[in-house]
């Protein structure tokens, strides 16, 4: 049975980590509870685990130092990082660490299952990626988060679409997508939604007859004020400006 070890310096929390795990139904099981980073590691010596979920904050070894001499090994295990700091530091860390998630406490039993799910696929395609790899159908096993969230938001438009929502679809904590998604696409989410919404009314300006105010519609915007203040705020230029430049 696939085996994960629980870092945490508090033993209520790795109960209820314990808790989490066996309510998410997955085939893993805890098979070591370890108090910080080094007692992790000297267990790790003449053991073997594939998951190992630790804390970040911890007497002795911390977690960011344990990821870090865990990658060290020829064959590291998946790592999890769990902490109760929606920190951009601790995030940063866990995108350059190649850690499969970043969960916040306390963890919910779908975010649980959620990343059990990715890890499991990952092992299951024979090794890790760049970033991990969400489960999906088919040939989109193979492709990253972002270019999934990326499709996911391409099919979602003109229609709302959250952060949130997204992060449920490639099975990431919205907090890690955020970070992983502004340091691979070099812009934040919502700039990037807002981008592709303009996009599409520019498409629409140029290849249609549509009044502006269908084509803000189509686009998500029910006020025609505020859409045009915003294409303008993107653009340069007013929609029917940029319409009669275009003709």
């Known amino acids: 049975m696939p085996s994960i070890v629980l870092v945490d310096d508090e033993r209520w929390v790795r109960t209820a980590l314990r808790k989490v795990i066996e309510r998410s139904e997955s085939?893993?099981?805890?098979?070591?509870e370890c108090a910080n980073g080094q007692e992790a590691l000297d267990w790790l010596d003449y053991h073997e685990a594939d998951i190992v979920m630790t804390d970040v904050k911890m007497p002795v070894m911390d977690g960011l130092t344990l990821v870090q001499l865990l990658r060290e090994r020829p064959k590291p295990p998946e790592v999890v990082m769990i902490s109760g700091y929606d920190d951009f530091q601790f995030v940063q860390f866990a995108l350059r660490a190649q850690v499969v998630d970043y969960l916040l406490k306390p963890v919910e039993v779908d975010d649980m299952r959620k990343c059990l799910e990715t890890i499991r696929t990952r092992q299951s395609a024979g090794g890790t990626t760049d970033a991990?790899?969400?489960v999906t159908a088919g040939?989109?096993?193979?492709?990253?988060?972002?270019?999934?969230a990326v499709r996911y938001i391409q099919e979602a438009l003109p229609g709302d679409v959250t952060l949130q929502e997204v992060a449920a679809k490639v099975h990431l904590n919205p907090s890690y997508l955020s970070q992983l998604f502004k340091q691979?696409?070099?812009?934040?989410?919502?700039?990037?939604?807002l981008e592709q919404r303009m996009e599409r009314a520019k498409q629409l300006l140029c290849r249609t007859t549509l009044r502006i105010s269908e084509i803000a519609e189509r686009v998500g915007y029910s006020d025609l004020a505020y859409?045009?203040?915003?294409?303008?705020?993107?653009?340069g230029m007013t929609p029917t400006e940029y319409r009669k430049g275009r003709v």
Not at 184 to 193: E, R, T
């Open 27 to 32: 085939p893993y099981q805890v098979v070591k």
């Open 132 to 134: 991990p790899t969400p």
């Open 184 to 193: 691979q696409m070099k812009m934040n989410f919502i700039d990037y939604v």
């Open 227 to 235: 859409f045009s203040n915003t294409y303008k705020r993107i653009t």
């Open 139 to 148: 040939n989109e096993r193979e492709e990253s988060p972002i270019k999934l």
